[in-house]
C-alpha cells in the first residue's frame, strides 16, 4: 500500500495491478506489463495486436512522490477494469 512511510507502490498494489493486466488480457485485449527498479510500464490495446490501432501508455514511475505515483496508478487501474469488462470505482 502506498504510505507516507514507504512512499512508494507496495507489494499489495502491484499484485492487484498484475491481476488486471490478466484479466484485460483474458477479455481479449493486447497488455504489455513491465516492472522494473524504476517504473512499471503498461501498454494497452482494445483487442488483438494490431499496428493499424492506437495504444494506450502508463508509466508510473517509481521515484516521483508516492501522490503522482498514486494518480498515475489509479489511471491504470480504471482503464485495465474497461478493457476486462469489469465495474471500475477508481
Known amino acids: 500500500m502506498i504510505t507516507e512511510e514507504n512512499k512508494f507502490l507496495g507489494l499489495e498494489e502491484i ?5 488486471k493486466v490478466y484479466a484485460a488480457q483474458q477479455a481479449g485485449n493486447f497488455v ?3 516492472y522494473g527498479n524504476s517504473s512499471v510500464s503498461v ?9 493499424e ?22 489511471k491504470c487501474i480504471a ?5 476486462a469488462g469489469e465495474k471500475h470505482d477508481n
Open 15 to 19: 499484485k492487484n495491478l498484475i491481476e
Open 32 to 34: 504489455n506489463f513491465i
Open 43 to 51: 501498454l494497452t490495446m482494445l483487442g488483438e495486436f494490431d499496428t
Open 53 to 74: 490501432k492506437e495504444f494506450v501508455h502508463f508509466n508510473i514511475s517509481l521515484i516521483v512522490s508516492y501522490e503522482k505515483q498514486k494518480v498515475d496508478y489509479d
Open 79 to 83: 482503464h485495465l477494469e474497461i478493457l
